[in-house]
């Protein structure tokens, strides 16, 4: 496995190969979650490459940036174990020198939900993957259904913008007690730990409402937002039910419809979300 640190070096590495590429974009502290993505990656592709770099311009100014948890060691030991290729692992300046400015920007589909609460973040998140698609020019790309909207915004860019690579969405990867694995759940104590299990308390909810014929749409945010109310460590910033492509609010539930919610445990915000009728 190589470590590479720059953008010259990668590209001359990308520039030798022969074969599929396949990307995995992360900002490291790895978790089963990440590790999926690479089992996919290594299944698909004759060459693997994963990134790590905690991104500055995805995070608000009062965000996590400065703690966002890092263990590059442990990173670099799980990548080599399942066979990665390449870690593009790049610094702060490398990404974006001085004179750095461009954006971009995707439309619609990035302004509710994580957009309205987060602003600018999928400014961010775009413009640092679509650095990371030109540098090490892949085949196919993977993300985590985790982030569902994170997903739409990329699959937006990639369309609007005719970027020739294919976009692949994994399954979200959940503990025993169907917890969502996140970088950032090691801000939680013992018992917010606890509490954080009504996200999938509620979205199983939302599968049987489903299964049992509900299709009104403000019955789901309703009955999902009393039923995490009731937990007295969690406090709502939305409960969506949206078409998964355009994340616009739905009043009747006809085709795919994405379920997904943020809720604060502490200082600690958490996403889950599940498509219902795929
Ligand atoms: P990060 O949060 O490190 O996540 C990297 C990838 O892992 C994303 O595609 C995310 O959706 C996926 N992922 C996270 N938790 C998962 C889980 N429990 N199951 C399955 N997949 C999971 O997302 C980012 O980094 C950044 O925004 C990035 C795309 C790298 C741009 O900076």
């Known amino acids: 496995m190589q470590v590479l640190t720059t953008i010259a070096e990668t590209r001359t590495a990308r520039a030798a190969l022969q074969g599929s590429v396949g990307l995995v974009p992360t900002m490291g502290f790895l978790h089963d979650g990440h590790l999926s993505l690479v089992r996919a990656a290594r299944a698909e592709n004759d060459h693997v490459f994963v990134s790590i770099f905690v991104n500055p311009t995805q995070f ?17 030991a799980l990548l080599r174990d399942l066979g990665v290729d390449y870690v593009f692992m790049p610094g702060l300046d490398e990404m974006y020198p001085a004179a750095f400015e461009a954006a971009v920007d995707v439309g619609s589909v990035a ?9 600018g973040h999928f400014r961010g998140v775009a413009t640092v993957v679509l650095k ?10 993977y993300f985590g259904r985790k982030d569902a909207q994170q997903l739409a915004v990329i699959r937006k860019m ?38 954080a299990t009504i996200l999938y308390q509620a979205l199983t909810l939302a ?26 460590l969690a406090n709502v910033d939305y409960v969506s039910v949206a078409d998964p492509d355009t994340l616009r609010e739905l009043e009747r539930i006809q085709g795919p419809a994405l379920v997904s919610m943020a809720v604060r445990i502490g200082r600690t915000r958490l996403i889950d979300n599940v498509t219902l009728g795929e």
């Open 158 to 195: 990639v369309r609007d913008l005719d970027l020739p690579v294919d976009i692949v969405a994994m399954p979200t990867v959940r503990e025993p007690d169907g917890f969502a694995m996140s970088s950032r759940n090691t801000y939680l104590t013992p018992e917010q730990r606890k509490a």
């Open 207 to 232: 599968l049987e409402m489903w299964t049992r014929g509900t299709r009104d749409a403000e019955a789901f945010r309703s009955r999902l937002r009393e039923l995490i109310e009731d937990e007295e």
């Open 60 to 76: 608000g100014p009062n965000e996590d940036f400065a703690t966002y948890p890092r263990n590059t060691d442990r990173d670099l």
């Open 132 to 141: 990371l698609l030109n540098i090490i020019l892949p085949d196919r790309a």
């Open 111 to 119: 302004m509710p939900l994580e957009g309205a609460f987060r602003p």
